[in-house]
């Protein structure tokens, strides 16, 4: 699946050693904006070995990536149109002009499944206003929900329930217990542990919404 970089980053920063919250990138769609709980770029440097964010100045706790991407809808397209970070004297630095230096917006075609976001009204317990969900292939959104939070739930909840009755459940399973292998809590590696990381980050691992 071509999201796993993405879930696995969002996983490690979960249940690893760094407790704050870290900072979405940002999404702009009909004049709103919205927080990604998706790292978009994350898979792109995993297929770009030469660009480094290792490289990236950590200037804060809650952004241990060191960037701040923005995307935004335009016409049924995603596009990434900045990426904002500091430079070794920390000073601000637009990191779009280092990775695409002939690129005012570029089309996000290494990325496919279900993307999702959330604006930061109302929120409480991690739980947000409104929710923005969209399917995403070759570059192309063929289908966005936008839910308010009850909607959400109650969406959430019924795409968990029938990805459970399909056979990719297990999979998905060992798969998050395999990447979680490398960890010093052996407790982090039960099923337990795992079908509680699936249900939080159900959409990032079904590449379509699921239908009865």
Same mark, same amino acid.
């Given at each position: 699946?071509?999201?796993?970089?993405?879930?696995?980053?969002?996983?490690?920063?979960?249940?690893?050693?760094?407790?704050?919250?870290?900072?979405?990138?940002?999404? @702009?769609?009909?004049?709103?904006?919205?927080?990604?709980?998706?790292?978009? &770029? #994350?898979?792109?440097?995993? $297929?770009?070995?030469?660009?480094?964010?290792?490289?990236?100045?950590?200037? *804060?706790?809650?952004?241990?990536?060191?960037?701040?991407?923005?995307?935004?809808?335009?016409? =049924?397209? &995603?596009?990434?149109?900045? !990426?904002?970070?500091?430079?070794?004297?920390? $000073?601000?630095?637009?990191?779009?002009?280092?990775?695409?230096?002939?690129?005012?917006?570029?089309?996000?075609?290494?990325?496919?499944? !279900?993307? $999702?976001?959330?604006?930061? *009204?109302?929120?409480?317990?991690?739980?947000?206003?409104?929710? @923005?969900?969209?399917?995403?292939?070759?570059?192309?959104?063929?289908?966005?929900?936008?839910?308010?939070?009850? #909607?959400?739930?109650?969406?959430?909840?019924?795409? &968990?329930?029938?990805?459970?009755?399909?056979?990719?459940?297990?999979?998905?399973?060992? #798969? !998050?217990? #395999?990447?979680?292998?490398?960890?010093?809590? *052996? *407790?982090?590696?039960?099923?337990?542990?795992?079908?509680?990381?699936?249900?939080?980050?159900?959409?990032?691992?079904?590449?379509?919404?699921?239908? =009865?």
């Amino acid at each position: 699946m071509k999201k796993i970089i993405c879930v696995l980053v969002m996983i490690i920063w979960s249940v690893g050693s760094w407790a704050t919250k870290q900072k979405g990138d940002i999404l @702009l769609y009909k004049g709103e904006t919205y927080e990604l709980r998706t790292y978009c &770029l #994350e898979l792109y440097f995993s $297929q770009n070995p030469q660009i480094n964010p290792n490289d990236f100045v950590v200037w *804060s706790t809650n952004l241990w990536r060191g960037y701040i991407a923005t995307f935004e809808i335009i016409e =049924d397209t &995603l596009y990434l149109t900045k !990426i904002e970070g500091r430079d070794k004297n920390y $000073q601000e630095k637009n990191l779009m002009k280092d990775i695409f230096p002939n690129e005012e917006k570029v089309k996000v075609d290494w990325l496919a499944g !279900i993307i $999702q976001a959330h604006d930061n *009204s109302n929120m409480k317990n991690f739980e947000y206003g409104q929710y @923005l969900l969209f399917e995403l292939y070759a570059d192309s959104i063929s289908e966005i929900k936008k839910l308010n939070k009850k #909607e959400y739930k109650k969406f959430k909840n019924n795409q &968990l329930k029938l990805l459970k009755h399909s056979i990719y459940y297990d999979i998905y399973i060992d #798969e !998050i217990k #395999e990447m979680l292998k490398n960890s010093n809590d *052996s *407790s982090k590696l039960s099923n337990k542990r795992a079908m509680d990381i699936l249900d939080a980050h159900v959409f990032d691992y079904l590449p379509k919404f699921l239908t =009865d």
